[in-house]
């Protein structure tokens, strides 16, 4: 056994051998004591109960005044966990039988180290129980936060890339193919965007294709100026990125006398554009198909703007086998 003095209220403690390098508590004042290793053996057998309470050593050491430190701190939740342990137990109390002491010493120290590791954990775990270990206020790409009804919030599908022919989101497969502006007021705050657009979509044609670009206008000069469609190369795409520059958006429009001239081009495709697909209604569909007449040509049909159109551009796409698709002016820009 070892006897130390407690180093606060001075009274005399008498220490299991197995504490030796370790710490206990005082059961008197409830100081935290270490051990030194070469007192180990310096002691008689030490009494292992307290008087008139009978209770063990190993966990009087460990507990503390309640009345005089307050509650919260954790330390009684460690002398129930060092009591039921076992670390009380006779074995851990008893001077080991003539022939076996160092064996029982060593076996003592390593169950007694294993103890101390536990305690050491406990100890952790009691220190951080008022706080998060984990913080979720971050969140995860791979679990996005939910919103009002308690649904994860549902992210924007990517735009499909097409690295052929293209118009924004719809792939051209025609081999002469007019893009038909729509350059009337309801487009003054996208005209110029959809004529970067065009122009991209001009150069991505290649060698193999012509184009004609048409606005609905009858007075805005459509290019080339005789209406005639012309290989989409480089030269000629700079070319129309020219004659684009003044253009400008205004007034009323319709789209009549442009698609007569679209579909007199012999065109395979034409992409209607226009910012005001909300305003078209079935007779308006009924009269682009009449002037189609029996024209194989297909026409996809591009919506700008956030609202939702009637219908009409969708179903006059599907009606000639062309495509439809609806493009925020921010997309445009």
């Not at 130390?4 to 009274?11: A, D, G, P, S």
């Not at 030796?20 to 109960?49: D, F, M």
């Not at 307050?70 to 009591?83: F, K, N, R, T, Y």
């Not at 706080?131 to 994860?152: E, H, I, K, L, R």
């Amino acid at each position: 056994m070892i006897r130390i003095t407690c180093t606060n209220c001075k009274n005399v403690l008498t220490i299991d051998d197995a504490f030796a390098g370790g710490v206990c508590r005082c059961q008197h004042c409830g100081t935290i004591q270490t051990v030194p290793a070469h007192l180990k053996g310096s002691a008689e057998r030490a009494v292992t109960a307290t008087a008139g309470k009978g209770k063990n050593v190993a966990k009087t050491l460990y507990r503390s005044d309640t009345s005089a430190t307050g509650s919260g701190s954790g330390l009684d939740e460690l002398a129930e966990v060092v009591h039921s342990s076992g670390l009380q137990h006779n074995s851990l109390m008893h001077k080991p039988p003539a022939g076996t002491g160092k064996a029982n010493n060593r076996n003592t120290l390593i169950f007694g180290g294993v103890i101390l590791a536990a305690l050491i954990v406990v100890i952790i775990m009691l220190v951080s129980r008022g706080g998060n270990a984990v913080s979720n206020s971050g969140g995860s790409d791979q679990n996005p936060a939910p919103d009002q009804t308690g649904n994860p919030k549902a992210t924007a599908p990517k735009p499909q890339i097409i690295s052929g022919p293209s118009f924004g989101p719809i792939e051209i497969t025609g081999n002469t193919v007019v893009y038909l502006i729509d350059d009337g007021s309801a487009a003054q705050d996208s005209l110029e965007s959809i004529k970067q657009v065009c122009l991209r979509s001009v150069r991505s044609l290649g060698l193999d294709r012509r184009f004609l670009i048409l606005f609905w206008r009858p007075a805005t000069p459509a290019y080339p100026a005789d209406f005639t469609p012309i290989t989409a190369s480089s030269a000629n795409a700079d070319d129309a990125k020219i004659h684009l520059t003044d253009i400008v958006a205004y007034g009323a429009t319709q789209v009549d006398d442009a698609l007569k001239r679209a579909i007199a081009a012999q065109s395979d495709e034409i992409v209607l554009i226009t910012a005001k697909g909300d305003y078209m209604d079935a007779d308006w569909q009924k009269n682009v198909m009449a002037i189609r007449g029996k024209s194989p040509v297909k026409i996809d049909c591009v919506g700008i703007g956030d609202s939702q159109d009637q219908g009409v551009l969708p179903n006059l796409a599907d009606a000639t086998g062309g495509k439809f698709a609806r493009i925020s002016v921010n997309a445009l820009r």
